[in-house]
């Protein structure tokens, strides 16, 4: 009789980062309560809209009027969790380009692609109706091959375009190629410091990406370093008495316009907040599958929001009617739609599309690694 060892892994980290599900969760709400503004849209530019009659205004006002400022919390967070995840992969070869190429591109591209095409045929059938597209203009040839790419945002642009939201992972992506290229050479935290401190001598979307998404490595580095150690406890204390101290001075030294330095602001008001939010937490198991589902739903509401606009609007269109932007029961269906859409596109066609490239692009070739170092097991 043969017997056949069964080689296993080291587990990973049982930490799941669940702080960080329900911050991504909430980045991504924010952004979904501010482009609600969308609906009163014409061309590209709000007319009469009145901020302070939009629905729940009271309660989602810091949505309603910072929804932005959830990209670059959005970006920290991704560099928080591609340190964590990826760091050490990278650096001992473990995970490779062509691997690590697959892992993005089998999240990402799918439902890119999709809201693409789907932007790129309504858009016209909008245009037609009205004379104009909605609130993105730059719907022609030009911007849809870079945005085949995901790389509408990487400075050939003249504007957003088609699914406008995803300019941001456009961003992102260009980080990601850097991010796997540099921890090749090195996984010294010095890196993080110097990319950081030139990002701050530039301006521009890209330059922010790369200095919220270091940071956010830094924030990793850090929750690494101090879990094993007796100062855990008192690092985290510290932590979170930055979280409450920081913007209360930074409220009293512009006398109340955080805006003039909103920048450096969240650059080290983020970092600190996702330290504190990645202690492992411990809740009940149905209780963590709806905080992972929450995180999950977080690209597939950014990018399906603004579709799930433009079918509204079309609608409302052909049948002549005005949107009613200040009601509430149009906010919810709006919001509830999207969310739902969100979470059954997860769970329909992101995971499962994610799960077959990775099976048609990654596991033939490990199983031909495999059928080299190990020998052929004969079968009775």
């Known amino acids: 009789m043969r017997f056949k060892m069964k080689l296993t892994t080291a587990p990973g980290p049982a930490n799941k980062l669940l702080g ?12 979904l309560v501010f482009h609600y503004r969308h609906f009163a849209f014409v061309a590209d530019e709000p007319v009469g809209l009145v901020n302070d009659r939009l629905p729940l205004y009271r309660l989602l006002h810091v949505f309603y009027d910072f929804g932005p400022y959830g990209v670059r919390i959005f970006w920290c967070i991704s560099g928080f969790i591609f ?39 309504v858009q016209p059938l909008y245009f037609n109706l009205n004379g ?9 040839l ?13 400075g050939f642009q003249n504007a957003l375009s088609f699914d406008g939201p995803i300019w941001s992972i456009s961003v992102e992506v260009l980080v990601y190629f850097f991010f796997f290229i540099m921890l090749l050479a090195t996984r010294s935290w010095l890196l993080n410091l110097v990319v950081i ?41 510290a932590g979170w008495l930055a979280v409450i101290v920081f913007p209360l001075w930074a409220w009293q030294f512009t006398n109340g316009h955080l805006e003039s330095m909103d920048f450096l602001l969240l650059l080290t008001f983020t970092p600190i907040l996702l330290f504190c939010l990645s202690r492992e937490i411990v809740i009940p198991a149905s209780l963590q ?28 269109a052909i049948v002549r009617a005005p949107i009613p932007l200040y009601d509430g029961t149009f906010f919810g269906l709006f919001i509830g739609t999207t969310l739902l859409a969100s979470y059954l596109t997860y769970r329909y066609f992101e995971a ?29």
């Open 20 to 31: 960080l599900e329900v911050l991504r969760f909430l980045t991504a709400f924010a952004i």
């Open 142 to 154: 030009t911007h849809f091959l870079p945005q085949l790419l995901m790389a509408s945002n990487w």
């Open 132 to 140: 104009y597209f909605f609130v993105y203009q730059e719907n022609d």
């Open 197 to 237: 401190a030139a990002c701050l001598t530039a301006s521009g979307q890209v330059a922010a990406c790369f200095a919220f998404f270091y940071v956010g490595g830094l924030a990793a580095m850090a929750r690494r370093a101090v879990t094993p150690s007796v100062y855990r406890l008192a690092a985290e204390s």
């Open 352 to 380: 499962p599309a994610q799960n077959l490239i990775r099976e048609l692009l990654l596991r033939p070739r490990a199983a031909r690694r495999e059928s080299v170092i190990r020998p052929a097991i004969l079968t009775p």
């Open 289 to 316: 599958k709806v905080v992972e589902a929450a995180g999950n739903m977080t690209y597939s509401s950014y990018l399906l929001h603004f579709p799930i606009q433009l079918m509204a609007v079309v609608v409302f």
């Open 83 to 121: 340190f964590w995840k990826y760091r050490d992969a990278i650096s001992d070869r473990s995970v490779g380009g062509w691997k690590f190429f697959v892992l993005r591109f089998s999240r990402l591209y799918p439902l890119h692609i999709a809201t693409l095409l789907f932007v790129a045929l």
